[in-house]
């Protein structure tokens, strides 16, 4: 819930199927900065 209100302290939707759309937006961005900072390893030699 931390991470959610870094992206803003309220929703700004006032419906709620509108607020909904806006809490899956905010975590599908910060699903792609988690994946963005996740190290690829591959095996040397």
């Known amino acids: 819930m931390h991470c959610m209100k870094l992206l803003g302290q309220s929703l700004l939707a ?9 809490i899956q937006i905010r975590i599908a961005v910060l699903n792609r900065y988690t994946a963005l900072g996740i190290p690829v390893t591959e095996p040397v030699g």
């Open 14 to 22: 006032r419906d709620f199927e509108r607020q909904v759309a806006e």
